[in-house]
């Protein structure tokens, strides 16, 4: 299975945050509008600029150039002290919304993450996750990010460094060599600043020099690591994102849909292959669910949400389907088309720490069993190896986005 791979990064995160926790506090301006950056004490000529805005960056002003350098540049320059205390806490924020996508996120450093959703996107698209995500970053957290979708881990950090800010770009195999070859070879991830003046000398300029150039020239001239860098300016790299396995807050997917719904008997079929979903991550997380919500989006981008309690914590597909399918009925409005459908569970417990009881064990022995039989088989076979027969399966979404 080819690997689905985003990379998020924040538009210059530090004055990002810094801004966001302004306004939070009350503050009439966003400094992300006027020339500022974020800085050590300006009274010492050491030190240097850590983030900037747009109008800083238009003035000329660059990341690790010293705060006097900046002020010659920019006379009007505001600087603002770090906190990195507020820095954790928004990537914070940012990580447990993305963990709501996939349980293997790499935080690769502070303010970037790796996502990988092989396992993870229901037949939705990658490019629908990375569209999603990017708008919830911006309304629920305020700030903005530029996603990569590709591949690989390599093509999806290229392509988050394209065009800034607060964009989406993918890099796909098929554009490489008209995204990534033109650019200059220094941008190439992971390429060392001394290598750079090497390759100029070998007339290698561009990332599609190097792509083209001769592997044993690479291997004699720089070891291994020429090896390395044809691999990666060709569009190679197998590495897995490298995740610590870490309890999710919440579970929750959602699918945009091809093309509106209007009929309640059809969204139950699609809640239900969502659901599906949900309750399979739930269960490999060894947790329960204790509140389901399910989320719709109409015609007019209009979101609504409903969310219900369950009588016991739970984690069988059956027990969450039925509360889903009930909040369904209840938030639906006779023949509005919907675009978008979403179900998600909170307040999870961990199983072995919640005592089931006698009555419940029983009741739902069967339905556990089932639930147990079909996980086996999506982790030998692929996730979408099997569904539930009666209703909407998930290759009927991949239909309707055909047109069939």
């Known amino acids: 299975m080819e690997k689905q791979i985003l990379h998020v990064d924040v538009n210059n995160a530090f004055l990002s945050w810094t801004a966001v926790e302004m306004l939070k506090k009350g503050s009439d301006e966003d400094i992300r509008e006027i020339p500022a950056i974020i800085g050590g004490d300006e009274s010492k000529r050491s030190g240097i600029v850590l983030a900037k ?3 800083a ?23 603002f002290k770090s906190n990195f205390k507020i820095y954790r806490q928004y990537s914070d924020a940012l990580y447990n919304l993305l963990l709501e996508y996939t349980d293997k996120i790499e935080r690769f450093s502070i303010d970037e993450c790796f996502m990988d959703m092989t396992n993870y996107l229901m037949k939705d698209t990658l ?24 591949n690989n881990k390599l093509l999806a950090k290229m392509a988050s460094d394209f065009t800034k ?5 993918t890099l796909w195999r098929n554009e ?9 070879v220094s941008e190439l991830f992971m390429l060392g600043r001394k290598t750079v003046p090497k390759l100029y000398n070998m007339q290698i300029k561009t990332i599609g020099d190097l792509a083209k150039a001769d592997k044993k020239i690479l291997r004699n001239k720089f070891g291994k690591h020429g090896i ?3 691999e990666y300016a060709n569009g190679i790299d197998n ?19 091809p093309q509106n719904v209007a009929n309640i008997e059809k969204l139950e079929e699609i809640v239900l292959a969502i659901t599906e979903q949900v309750a399979y991550r739930l269960r490999k997380e060894n947790l329960l669910a204790t509140t389901v919500g399910v989320q719709l989006r109409n015609k007019n981008f209009v979101d609504r949400s409903h969310q219900g309690k369950l009588l016991e914590a739970t984690d069988t597909t059956k027990e969450i389907y039925i509360k889903a399918k009930q909040l369904l009925k209840e938030m639906y409005t006779y ?19 919640k005592q089931m009881s006698l009555f419940t064990k029983e009741s739902n022995e069967k339905q556990k069993k089932l639930d147990k039989v079909m996980d086996e088989l999506k982790d030998k076979y692929g996730y979408n190896s099997i569904t539930r027969a009666g209703k909407m399966e998930v290759k009927d979404i991949v239909r309707l986005k055909e047109g069939k």
Request: glycine residues 6%; aromatic residues 4%.
């Open 228 to 230: 390395l860098m044809w």
């Open 53 to 55: 805005s747009m109008k």
């Open 57 to 79: 960056k238009e003035c000329g002003i660059k990341t690790a150039e010293t705060i006097y350098q900046a002020r010659i540049k920019c006379p009007n320059v505001r600087i």
């Open 335 to 353: 023949n509005e088309e919907i675009r978008l459908v979403g179900v998600r569970v909170d307040n999870l417990v961990d199983k072995e720490d």
């Open 176 to 184: 490489i060599s008209k995204k990534m070859w033109p650019l200059p």
């Open 239 to 257: 590495s897995e994102v490298k995740y610590l396995p870490e309890k999710p807050k919440g579970i929750g997917n959602s699918v945009t849909l």
């Open 165 to 169: 800010p607060d964009r989406i770009h």
């Open 127 to 150: 490019l629908d996750k990375a569209e999603e995500i990017h708008r919830r970053v911006r309304e629920e957290l305020g700030f903005t990010v530029n996603i990569g979708v590709a």
